[in-house]
């Protein structure tokens, strides 16, 4: 790992958001909260891109971040994660904007995976844009609970073909590209690309769906041809081997369940996994991995078969056996989406 990141610990900005999420409904009845997060969840499902903000008020934004931001984060922070491997050492983004950020769960997991980088000792240049002012306003307010996120500017702003985004090492664009029209999509798109860094990386992450990863493919390209290197999830910049039409790449981060997603749900595990498919560009030559693992592993008697996305540009399988010794306990232990082999 080359930057370092958090464990987790009870002053980590993880540990902080859920802190301020569990105390978000206080005073909002169940019944009115569910209410509220199912007609959002129809909204957001829908397939007419919106041209008006959907979360309307503080009842809609509270429910809505207590029940999705839980997961936007943990996706987030997984594709950050694999950002950071890839990362030159000590490379850690000074400045980012977070495009149609809503409560912010993009700048939480900025802060928390690079929780302890030297660069992010001072203040630092954080803005969130988004044209919904009570998501706005919500995530000033969970902001405060963290020291890390007390410089952030909250700024109304249109998302979509006249966007301008000021340069920043890192900017995000994540569940969002879904809510635009086809020209509003490459419009962000292209304008994200405009604003990174001369070292910056852009990260675009959509739900792990085939049309979510239709959107993610289509950012790709275009950040590809103005110039990027994929850090990830690739280990390579050409074409994305996939044949269109009969897979899509896709990841699954775990998220621990609220009370309030158990109730919208009518489930009762105290987790579940959010799917979701990303790619992270950037200017710098990234440090990649011989491949990366695209499903998750088949643990056999004797065997484990790794599905993988190689550096040439293709899908492939290795099977790992006993005989493999150490390879063999690495390849148990390995989760999908990670690099394969592990770094030593």
Known sequence: MNAPLSSYSPASPADTLRAALAGLLDGLPPTQAARAVERLIASYRGTTPTDAPILRDRADVAA?????????????????????????????????????????????????????????????????????????ALGRELAGSCDRL????????????????????????????????????????????????????????????????????????????????????????????????????????????????????????????????YVAATRFTPERPAARITRRPQIRKGQVLLDLCEAEGALGRETVTKRHGPLYRAARDADWGDAWPPAP
């Open 150 to 277: 007390a410089s952030v500017r909250w700024q109304r702003s249109r998302i979509g073909a006249a966007l301008t985004i000021e340069s920043a090492d890192l900017v995000t664009v994540s569940y969002v590209l879904k809510e635009l029209t086809a020209d509003d999509r490459r419009a962000v798109v292209d304008a994200a690309a405009a604003a990174a860094s001369p070292d910056g990386a852009v990260v675009v992450v959509e739900p792990g769906t085939p049309d979510g990863y239709e959107r993610v493919i289509e950012a790709r390209r275009r950040l590809t041809d103005a110039g990027f290197h994929i850090a990830a999830p690739c280990p390579h910049s050409a074409a994305c081997p996939i044949e269109p039409g009969t897979d899509w790449c896709h990841f699954s981060a775990r998220v621990s369940r609220s009370s309030l997603h158990r109730q919208v749900k009518g489930g009762s595990l105290a987790y579940e996994d959010e799917k979701f498919s």
């Open 64 to 136: 809505y971040a207590a029940y999705r931001m839980p997961a936007t984060f943990e996706a987030v922070r997984s594709a950050l994660g694999a950002l950071a491997d890839a990362a030159p050492e000590g490379w850690a983004p000074g400045s980012q904007v977070d495009v149609g950020g809503g409560t912010g769960a993009a700048v939480w997991a900025v802060a928390d995976t690079w929780a302890v980088a030297d660069t992010w000792a001072g203040e630092r240049d954080v803005t969130v844009l988004d044209w919904a002012e009570p998501a706005l």
